[in-house]
């Protein structure tokens, strides 16, 4: 599975942007698919996380209630919809796809199958 995550820019504080992550290759529904980001100078960051059919959904607490993740098996995609976005977060912001979901709840540290190449996003204030 190749991923590539989509639809970053440049946005005022309590803007909304929708992400992408459009996969190719291997069936795309066998995967779970998280979400993560990483601002300079920080380490990556665990965002939020989609079960392969969509039944489990999980959020990091520092965006719990303004982001959504979603995802449509049949574009082969995973959206991240990011409302009431705030400075701090601006960061390049990257998809990956695991098995199962517990290396992506874990932060990615290992386990993943497939990463993906990133979109930044800027918030500006």
């Known amino acids: 599975v190749q991923l590539q995550a989509c639809g970053g820019g440049l946005v005022q504080a309590g803007g909304s942007l929708r992400l992408s992550c459009e996969a190719s290759g291997r069936t795309f529904s066998d995967y779970a698919v998280g979400w993560f980001r990483q601002a300079p100078g920080k380490e990556r960051e665990y965002v939020a996380a989609?079960?392969?059919?969509?039944?489990?959904?999980d959020y990091a607490d520092s965006v719990k209630g303004r982001f959504t993740i979603s995802r449509d098996n049949a574009k082969n995609t995973v959206y991240l919809q990011m409302n009431s976005l705030k400075p701090e977060d601006t960061a390049l912001y990257y998809c990956?796809?695991?098995?199962?979901?517990?290396?992506?709840?874990?932060?990615?540290?290992?386990?993943?199958?497939?990463w993906g190449k990133g979109t930044q996003v800027t918030v500006s204030s």
């Open positions: 989609i079960s392969w059919s969509g039944g489990s959904i």
């Open positions: 990956a796809a695991a098995t199962t979901l517990g290396p992506i709840l874990t932060g990615g540290r290992g386990g993943i199958d497939h």
